[in-house]
């Protein structure tokens, strides 16, 4: 089948967000929309491929409670609404802090309380009945979260296409965009390896690529991407079934999970951490990079991982704003130019929310309970992007 020619709205990136975007874009009503896809949706070139799949309400500030809050509603009703089970379970998830940070804790509860979002601090002893093979002689007290859980991203990803495909969207996977046309200070097309398509609305989708996608249309956009080390231990009775994500903020941020292992004595321990800035686009973990800088932390936090076999190191590249929050929306600069990047470590998380914004955006609604406002890359302006590496 040949490629469609004119498209209302042209998608370049098919991880997870772009899909996202796309199926809300078409629930909205907008039918003629394109996403294009350099490799396979939810590829090895897509860092949804690499994601761990959290999706949490324990949030520290308002709009990502927000945002938090709306994506659970889609995924909990997910497979009713698009026929595809994402293995949606709920562990819960645990966050400790040393001892002179711990006031944060009462705070977060304190918020999450207004939010009708459950949060129970935990003493130090509690903490060691969930995780006692972690380090606890400098925390005092822990914030757990029973409803947080973790998704299968790519049961997400194609429960979105599946529904986009039904609705009449075309997906052209194995196609790159070179370029963003712009012409008199509009977006009139996105040229691709399979030829031009003519459009009014690009959407910048790219993950890892965003920046450089963005500069096509003359836009800057203050993104880095850092690599996280995900490290998986031999099967250990230690991680128990059920066991909840850890999250240690302090003094460097690692999250320790368990990973069902068939057929063994206990489960594998999964620790991902690290944020090793890169201008690679490559997947690859840097192991000397990352032994040298956070071999510490672990063996200090988690000392049982002496005695464990190191049976996996990998990582992912996640694209990081200033400020931890997406870049999404129009810009003052391009008419027709909305960007849906910089998801950080939120991005499957935060997936449904974001691609309800999108859709929201470009269909001039406002229904949704958060605004993109926060969002917008005139956020930044006066900001300095020269140390983003545009
Ligand atoms: C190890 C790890 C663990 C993580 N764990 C979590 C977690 O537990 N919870 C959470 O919420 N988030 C997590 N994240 C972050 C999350 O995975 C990302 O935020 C999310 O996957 C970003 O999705 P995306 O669609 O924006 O980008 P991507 O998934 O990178 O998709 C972008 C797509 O654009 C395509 N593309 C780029 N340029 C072009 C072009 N020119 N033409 C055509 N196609 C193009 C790429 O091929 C790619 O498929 C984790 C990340 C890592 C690395």
Redesign the pocket.
């Known amino acids: 089948m040949n490629m469609k020619k004119t498209a209302d709205v042209v998608i370049?990136?098919?991880?997870?967000?772009?899909?996202s975007a796309l199926c809300y874009l078409c629930e909205a009503g907008i039918r003629n929309v394109m996403l294009?896809?350099?490799?396979k949706?939810?590829?090895a070139?897509?860092?949804?491929?690499?994601?761990?799949?959290?999706?949490?309400l324990q949030e520290e500030d308002e709009i990502n409670i927000r945002m938090s809050q709306m994506s659970f509603l889609e995924f909990l009703r997910f497979e009713e609404k698009y026929g595809i089970d994402i293995n949606f379970i709920q562990n819960g998830s645990l966050s400790i802090d040393t001892t002179d940070h711990s006031e944060r804790f009462h705070k977060r509860a304190e918020i999450h309380k207004t939010f009708g979002i459950h949060g129970e601090i935990l003493s130090r002893e509690d903490i060691r009945s969930v995780a006692p093979f972690l380090n606890l002689s400098d925390i005092e007290s822990g914030l757990f979260s029973k409803n947080d859980g973790?998704v299968n991203?790519d049961s997400v990803l194609q429960g979105y296409i599946r529904q986009a495909k039904r609705l009449g969207a075309e997906i052209c996977e194995g196609?790159?965009?070179?370029n963003i046309k712009v012409r008199n200070g509009k977006v009139a097309g996105v040229e691709?390896t399979s030829g031009f398509i003519h459009t009014p609305v690009v959407v910048n989708?790219?993950?890892?690529?965003a920046k450089q996608?963005a500069r096509w249309a003359g836009i800057r956009l203050p993104l880095t991407n850092a690599l996280?080390h995900?490290v998986l231990t031999e099967p250990t009775p230690m991680i128990q079934d059920n066991m909840p994500l850890i999250e240690v903020l302090n003094p460097e941020l690692i999250y320790v999970e368990g990973r069902t292992s068939i057929g063994s004595e206990g489960n594998i321990a999964e620790y991902?951490l690290g944020n090793v800035k890169t201008e690679s686009f490559d997947?690859v973990a840097q192991l000397e990079l990352f032994t040298e800088k956070y071999a510490d932390h672990i063996l200090y936090r988690i000392p049982e991982i002496f005695n464990l076999g190191i049976t996996n190191c990998y990582?992912?590249?996640?694209?990081l704003t200033p400020d931890d929050f997406p870049i999404l929306g129009h810009t003052d600069e391009v008419e027709g130019y909305v960007s849906?990047?910089g998801?950080?470590?939120?991005?499957?998380?935060?997936?449904p929310a974001g691609g309800r914004l999108i859709a929201e955006c470009i269909s001039k609604t406002h229904k949704l309970p958060v605004s993109i406002e926060p969002f917008l890359l005139s956020r930044f302006k006066g900001h300095a992007l020269s140390h983003c590496h545009t």
């Open positions: 370049i990136g098919g991880g997870i967000q772009g899909a294009i896809e350099m490799d949706l939810g590829g070139s897509s860092t949804t491929a690499y994601t761990s799949g959290w999706v949490m973790k991203a196609t790159k965009a070179v691709t989708a790219a993950g890892i690529y996608v996280l995900v991902s997947h990582a992912g590249i996640r694209t849906d990047c998801w950080g470590g939120r991005g499957i998380s935060h997936a």
